[in-house]
């Protein structure tokens, strides 16, 4: 997937250079794509997959997206000369599966582009992550809801920590259809068929980093991981949040952090912190090529929290098919070929019988799929 702070850490990088008065300059490097090489994961170990995404920036003043990366060769590498390649997935995705990496040896990324670019990230320990003791949730007086997390580190060592997660829910169409045709012939449909229930996920946008140093013990207390804005389709039906929890250093908490600070400044040029630091990747064979990206190697906390709409009052959810009507039509036998001839597509969706006739509606108010989810349920969905 394409990450917007990563653009975003080109264009302070950028204003660095030029933007220190109130007239509009625009320096070369924004006018012509400067084709950084984008760095984006974490390397774990243990009990997941590590996934490497590489892009290239795109011009500043364009507005075609970030080109994905392909045909490199990602491999993590050990002081001791132990390798373990990544296997390229598409579209600038590379991963393996579960790495078990020794803790008392250092380990860095190593990226050949097909451009034959050779890019390392510095040297570096595995960190350990304590365990998340709770992930929970609040209502704040907006009746917004606040997810939460508590941890902490009883040997005192991590300090600094990391979090991304995974947001699924689960939302409903309007109408449950039981019907299919197909050659303009009607059938009931099978449960794999079904239109009416659909779930969308999608990875954590922000930047969650918090230090531990100022505090009398290694405790992360009532931390906001995000927030679901009330009336939010995410609870709907029923909402799921998969915290994802590293240790990392401290050079890595400054520069998340400082990716944060600027990112959340974005149109106030006159507040903006200093931000050079482009991570801790390099290119061997030719220093004056830059990257974006910081690579930590970690292991793996994780918990999950669900959230169901029958807890939450009031909840203001407006259903995306409104704009539809969703008025439901009837046909009689007769006219099913008139309506549904064979080939398609079709505006319209069936949705069952009544005394004989074929009840439908609009597509948007049947087919949840078209909203932009799958109808297959997520294997840990309750």
């Known amino acids: 997937m394409r990450h917007p702070k990563h653009i975003l850490l080109l264009f302070f990088f950028t204003s660095l250079l030029g933007w220190h008065c109130k007239e509009v300059y625009q320096p070369p490097a924004t006018l012509h794509n400067p084709f950084l090489l984008v760095v984006d994961g974490i390397v774990l170990s243990g009990n997941d997959s590590t996934i490497i995404t590489l892009s290239r920036t795109r011009s500043l003043t364009g507005d075609t997206p970030s080109v994905r990366e ?88 991590t300090h600094y920590y990391r979090w991304e997660f995974v947001e699924t829910w689960e939302y409903h169409s309007a109408y449950n259809s039981i019907m299919i045709i197909i050659n303009d012939t009607p059938y009931f449909r099978t449960p794999d068929q079904q239109i009416y229930d659909c779930f969308f996920s999608q990875n954590s946008s922000v930047i969650d980093v918090f230090n531990t140093t100022r505090l009398s013990s290694d405790m992360v207390s009532q931390f906001q991981i995000t927030t679901v804005p009330n009336g939010s389709e995410k609870i709907s039906v029923l909402y799921s949040n998969l915290v994802k929890q590293y240790a990392i250093t401290l050079d890595a908490y400054n520069f998340w952090k400082n990716l944060k600070q600027n990112t959340e400044q974005l149109g106030t040029l006159f507040d903006l912190q200093p931000f050079t630091e482009l991570g801790n990747i390099h290119c061997l064979n030719n220093p004056a090529v830059k990257c974006i990206g910081y690579i930590s190697f970690s292991t793996l906390q994780e918990k999950r929290l669900f959230i169901s709409k029958n807890v939450l009052f009031p909840w203001n959810y407006t259903p995306y098919y409104v ?4 008025m439901v039509d009837t046909i009689p036998p007769s006219q099913v070929s008139l309506y549904f001839p064979s080939g398609g597509p079709y505006p319209y969706t069936p949705i069952g019988t009544y005394f004989g006739s074929y009840l439908l509606s609009d597509n948007l108010c049947v087919d949840c799929t078209i909203h932009g989810g799958t109808s297959v349920k997520p294997p840990f969905w309750p």
Do not use: M
């Not at 390798?83 to 020794?102: S, T």
């Not at 670019?117 to 570096?124: A, G, K, P, Q, V």
């Not at 704009?323 to 969703?326: D, I, K, Q, R, V």
């Open 70 to 157: 392909t045909g490199a060769q990602v491999t993590v590498v050990g002081a001791t000369g132990v390798e373990y390649p990544l296997n390229e997935l598409g579209n600038g995705v590379y991963a393996i599966g579960q790495l078990h990496l020794d803790a008392t040896q250092e380990y860095q990324l190593k990226i050949v582009t097909s451009d034959n670019n050779e890019f390392r990230s510095d040297l570096d320990s595995v960190r350990t992550s304590p365990p998340i003791d709770s992930v929970y949730w609040s209502l704040d007086p907006s009746n917004n809801v606040n997810v939460l997390l508590d941890t902490h580190d009883p040997n005192n060592n």
């Open 323 to 326: 704009t539809a009507g969703c």
